[in-house]
């Protein structure tokens, strides 16, 4: 067994008890194995392992990746999305996670327009109200829902959020339930929420979208910060 198949594995039992801790089934969430730094080697192993869906954070190097392996799988964007890559997102992703503004959503729906496809987001919430991250702000989402309902090629099917990084992934919890009451009160059933360190505590509170990499593909070498995508 390699070690992403056996990483792959305790991640998929990890959830499995979440899930059941929490009354909810394990099929319910979605496991996005986040690849950005990973090779296109490993990726294929994951997808080799049976990993539903992939996620990149940045437009350029999905590009790359997208480019040599194709879409055995779904890929998702799970990062900071600029309006001048709208439409390389759109050719490149099937979900994009980090829709957090109405220029945004508007340039997503031109140019899914003249794919002739509708492009499925989340909307992202700065749920801790951090100045150094993306996402709308909890009293901002409902303006920008409507705003976004009135567009015909872009849908929103849920909430995303990043929340304040914590040593304890308890000290998650509240964000992550602050996230599923404002889905409820949206009405938006998916919720991504949850990486390596919290996805367990992210199921209990209702994720049907966990973003996992380094439980999965291993520790990252350290990212240079490279401006707006670079989060
Ligand atoms: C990198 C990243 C993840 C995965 O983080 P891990 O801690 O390695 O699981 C999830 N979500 C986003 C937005 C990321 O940028």
Redesign the pocket.
């Known amino acids: 067994m390699t070690e992403i198949q056996a990483n792959l594995q305790r991640v998929r039992e990890r959830i499995a008890r979440a899930a059941e801790r929490a009354g909810r089934r394990a099929q319910d969430v979605l496991l996005v194995g ?1 690849s ?1 730094t990973v090779d296109v080697e490993r990726i294929r192993q994951a997808i080799a392992a049976g990993i539903p869906a992939l ?1 990149e ?1 940045r437009v350029q190097e999905a590009r790359g990746k997208v480019d040599e392996i194709g879409r055995p799988v779904p890929w998702h964007l ?2 900071h999305l600029q309006t001048n890559k709208a439409r390389d997102a759109v050719e490149l992703f099937d979900v994009i ?1 980090s829709l957090d503004r109405l220029e945004l959503a508007r340039e997503l729906d031109k140019r899914a327009h003249a794919r002739g496809r509708t492009v499925s987001t989340l909307a992202e919430v700065n749920v801790g109200g951090e100045t150094s991250k993306g996402g709308v702000a909890p009293d901002g989402l409902g303006r920008l829902l409507e705003a976004v309902a009135g567009l015909t090629h872009v849908k929103v099917r849920g909430l995303m959020a ?1 929340p304040p990084e914590a040593k304890d992934p308890e000290d998650a919890r509240a964000w992550f339930r602050a996230l599923r009451q404002l889905g409820e009160k949206h009405g938006l059933p998916e919720l991504s929420m949850g ?3 919290d996805f367990e505590v992210a199921i209990e509170e209702g994720a049907t979208l966990v ?5 999965i593909f291993g520790a ?1 070498p350290p990212q240079p910060q490279t401006g707006a995508e670079g ?1």
């Open positions: 986040v950005k996620g954070n799970v990062g996670h990043i990486m390596s360190g973003r996992v990499g380094t439980a990252r989060r």
